[in-house]
């Protein structure tokens, strides 16, 4: 089975630029433009990584990671962040979060690509290493 990428990012421009890189580079990728289609897509979708902006509509990224957290219906999944702010308290507040990655937007299509990839890689060597003790 394929990687599956969530990306959730209000830029309609990037997410689609984001979208077709990674669906180019063999990986199913599934989009949200807000909080509550963000929320959706991780139930249904089940993404192996989350690509989140925290500026999104109706929800922001940090309501999501909270309910990720929280452990309800929503699926906690590795996520890596984007987001417009340069201040590092901001970045801070998201340590407590367990995100993977942190990144300024705009993120070029290319280094997001490699930033997923070496995430994938990181969750699949873990995923054998849990499988070798199984």
């Known amino acids: 089975m394929r990687p599956r990428v969530l990306i959730a ?67 906690w999944v590795p996520v890596i962040i984007l987001s417009t702010s340069h201040d590092p308290e901001v970045w801070a507040r998201f340590a407590a979060f367990s995100v993977s990655e942190q990144h300024v937007k705009p993120v070029a299509p290319v280094l997001l690509l490699q930033r997923v990839r070496r995430l994938l890689r990181k969750i699949s060597r873990k995923e054998d290493c849990l499988n070798q003790w199984v």
């Open 9 to 75: 990012d209000a830029d309609s421009r990037l997410l689609e630029a984001y979208r077709e890189l990674l669906a180019r580079d063999g990986l199913a990728v599934s989009t949200a433009q807000t909080g509550p289609e963000c929320l959706s897509r991780l139930r249904d979708f089940a993404p192996d990584v989350l690509v989140l902006e925290l500026d999104l509509k109706w929800g922001w990224g940090e309501g999501i990671l909270a309910l990720m957290i929280e452990g309800t219906d929503v699926p």
